[in-house]
C-alpha cells in the first residue's frame, strides 16, 4: 500500500487520515475535500456557534498540522466528481488520484424544501457558511423564528431562537416528532420539553407555500390555509447522503454507500461516517438489515476504522457499534444509545410527563436495545455497556434498581 485516498475532509475523513498516520503508515496520504474550509466540528453549528456571545472556532486543527505532523496532502475546495473501481482513481477537478487504498466519507447535504432557492431569511444547517448566514439572521433583529421539521437539529435551533428571545414555533409533519428516532412514547415526551420553554410545537401540519415579499421570507402557508408569519425559516428536514459523484462507479448506492460488515464498499474501498451503511451484526437479529447512522460518534470511530481498513485489508474486521447521540436542547441534554426498534418502552427514573428529566429504556424480545436520558447524563453510558455485551431485559432492569438506590 503507498497511497490512500480519503475523499471527504470532515469528522470520518480527518480521523481517517490520523489513524493511519497513528498506525506508522508511511505511505502518501491525500485528504479531499469539497469546501474550502479546515475540517472542523458540526455539532456547535446548531448551538453554541448560533448562541454565543464570542463565536467559537469549529476548526478541529490547524493548516500547519497537515502538511506537518500529519504529512497529508489537503485537496480543498473542489469536490471529487467520479470514481473508477478498476482503475483504482478519483478525479478532482483537473486532476486524476490513483489509490491503493480508499476512504469514502462524503457525509450527507441539508435537504431543502422545493421552490425556496434564493429566498433571503430561509436557512439550512449543515455546513459552516450555512451557521454563519443564520447566525446573523437569528442575531439581525429577527423576532419570529418558524422551524420545518423538528428533528434534532431543527430542535436545537429553536431552542436556541427560544434562548435568545424570538417567538419560536416549529412545524412537523408527523403526529408525533421524532417517533422514527426515538419511538411514539419518547417522541411525545420530548414534545413537551419544548412546550415547556414556549416553543410552539404543531404537528401533523404540511407546509403548502412558503410566502415571500421582494424576496424576503414572510411565513409560510399550511395545507390548512392557514398562515405562519416568520423573519426566519429553518428548514430541518434531514440529509441526504452525498452520493451523487459516485454515480457510474458501480458501488451499490442505497440511501447511502452501501459495504459490508467490514465496511468495504469494494475492493480496496471503505465507507465511513454519514455515508456509510452497512449491517451491524449487534443488531442483527433485532433490526436485521443495514444501518445508516448520523452521530459524531460512529462518524470518527468509522473513519479510523475504515483508513485501518483501506490500508490493510488482510487486517479488516467486521465493524460493531452501539450508536450513541447528543442533542442540546434549552439549557439541558437529550442522549440517545442503541436502537429504538424495540416492542417495548420503559421510564426507569424520573418522569416523561413533563418532558424530563428522566430515563426510558427500550426491549426487543429478552433484550435491552436503546437507552434515552433527558437531563440525567450519567445514565445512558451505563446501558450503552448492556447493550454492547447483548444482556438481558433484566439486566437492564436490575442495572435500573441499583441506579435508583444510588440516587437515593
Ligand atoms: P460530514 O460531516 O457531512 O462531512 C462530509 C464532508 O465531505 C463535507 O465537508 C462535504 O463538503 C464533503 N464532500 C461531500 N461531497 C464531496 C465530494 N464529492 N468530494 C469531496 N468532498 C465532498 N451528531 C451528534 O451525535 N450529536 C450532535 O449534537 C450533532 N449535532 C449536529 C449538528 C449539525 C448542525 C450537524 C450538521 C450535524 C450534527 N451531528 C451531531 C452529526 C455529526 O456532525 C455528523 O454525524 C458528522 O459530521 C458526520 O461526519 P462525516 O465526516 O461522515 O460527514
Given at each position: 500500500m503507498t497511497h490512500l485516498v480519503v475523499v471527504g475532509a470532515s469528522l470520518a475523513g480527518l480521523r481517517a487520515v490520523e489513524a493511519v498516520r497513528r498506525d506508522g503508515f508511511d505511505g502518501e496520504v491525500t485528504l479531499v475535500g469539497a469546501e474550502e474550509h479546515l475540517p472542523y466540528d458540526r455539532p456547535p453549528l446548531s448551538k453554541e456557534y448560533l448562541s454565543a456571545e464570542e463565536c467559537p472556532d469549529p476548526r478541529y486543527r490547524e493548516e500547519e498540522t497537515f502538511a506537518g505532523d500529519l504529512d497529508v496532502e489537503l485537496v480543498l475546495g473542489t469536490p471529487a466528481s467520479e470514481l473508477d473501481t478498476t482503475a483504482r482513481t478519483v478525479t478532482v477537478g483537473e486532476r486524476t488520484l490513483s489509490y491503493d487504498g480508499l476512504v469514502i466519507a462524503t457525509g450527507a447535504h441539508a435537504r431543502a424544501l422545493p421552490g425556496t432557492e434564493g429566498i433571503e431569511g430561509v436557512h439550512t444547517v449543515r455546513t459552516l457558511d450555512d451557521a454563519i448566514a443564520l447566525r446573523a439572521a437569528l442575531r439581525g433583529g429577527a423576532r419570529r423564528l418558524t422551524v420545518v421539521g423538528a428533528g434534532f437539529i431543527g430542535s436545537e435551533v429553536a431552542a436556541v431562537g427560544r434562548t435568545l428571545g424570538l417567538e419560536v414555533t416549529i412545524l412537523e409533519a408527523l403526529e408525533t416528532p421524532l417517533a422514527r428516532a426515538v419511538g411514539e412514547r419518547m417522541g411525545r415526551a420530548l414534545t413537551h420539553l419544548h412546550r415547556r420553554h414556549g416553543t410552539e410545537v404543531r404537528t401533523g401540519v404540511a407546509v403548502e407555500e412558503v410566502l415571500a415579499e421582494n424576496g424576503r421570507v414572510t411565513g409560510v402557508r399550511?395545507?390548512?390555509?392557514?398562515?405562519?408569519?416568520?423573519?426566519?425559516?429553518?428548514?430541518?428536514?434531514?440529509?441526504?447522503?452525498?452520493?451523487?459523484?459516485?454515480?457510474?462507479?458501480?458501488?451499490?448506492?442505497?440511501?447511502?454507500?452501501?459495504?459490508?460488515?467490514?465496511?468495504?464498499?469494494?475492493?480496496?474501498?471503505?465507507?465511513?461516517?454519514?455515508?456509510?451503511?452497512?449491517?451491524?451484526?449487534?443488531?442483527?437479529?433485532?433490526?436485521?438489515?443495514?444501518?445508516?447512522?448520523?452521530?459524531?460518534?460512529?462518524?470518527?470511530?468509522?473513519?479510523?476504522?475504515?483508513?485501518?481498513?483501506?490500508?490493510?485489508p488482510s487486517s479488516a474486521k467486521p465493524y460493531e457499534t452501539v450508536p450513541y447521540f447528543w442533542?442540546?436542547?434549552?439549557?439541558?441534554?437529550?442522549?440517545?444509545?442503541?436502537?429504538?426498534?424495540?416492542?417495548?418502552?420503559?421510564?426507569?427514573?424520573?418522569?416523561?410527563?413533563?418532558?424530563?428529566?428522566?430515563?426510558?429504556?427500550?426491549?426487543?424480545?429478552?433484550?435491552?436495545?436503546?437507552?434515552?436520558?433527558?437531563?440525567?447524563?450519567?445514565?445512558?453510558?451505563?446501558?450503552?455497556?448492556?447493550i454492547g455485551g447483548r444482556k438481558t431485559w433484566d439486566d437492564a432492569l436490575e442495572l435500573a434498581e441499583q441506579r435508583r438506590q444510588q440516587r437515593e
Open positions: 399550511l395545507g390548512d390555509g392557514s398562515r405562519v408569519d416568520s423573519d426566519v425559516l429553518v428548514v430541518g428536514i434531514g440529509a441526504r447522503p452525498a452520493t451523487d459523484w459516485l454515480e457510474g462507479s458501480g458501488l451499490t448506492i442505497d440511501d447511502g454507500v452501501v459495504a459490508d460488515e467490514t465496511l468495504a464498499a469494494a475492493p480496496g474501498v471503505y465507507v465511513a461516517g454519514d455515508i456509510a451503511r452497512w449491517p451491524n451484526a449487534l443488531f442483527s437479529d433485532v433490526a436485521g438489515g443495514t444501518m445508516r447512522l448520523e452521530h459524531w460518534t460512529s462518524a470518527a470511530d468509522q473513519g479510523g476504522r475504515a483508513a485501518r481498513h483501506a490500508v490493510d442533542s442540546d436542547w434549552y439549557d439541558g441534554r437529550v442522549q440517545f444509545v442503541g436502537i429504538a426498534a424495540g416492542d417495548h418502552v420503559e421510564v426507569v427514573a424520573g418522569d416523561d410527563a413533563e418532558g424530563g428529566p428522566f430515563t426510558a429504556i427500550y426491549r426487543a424480545g429478552d433484550r435491552i436495545v436503546g437507552a434515552l436520558a433527558v437531563d440525567m447524563p450519567a445514565e445512558v453510558m451505563k446501558y450503552r455497556r448492556l
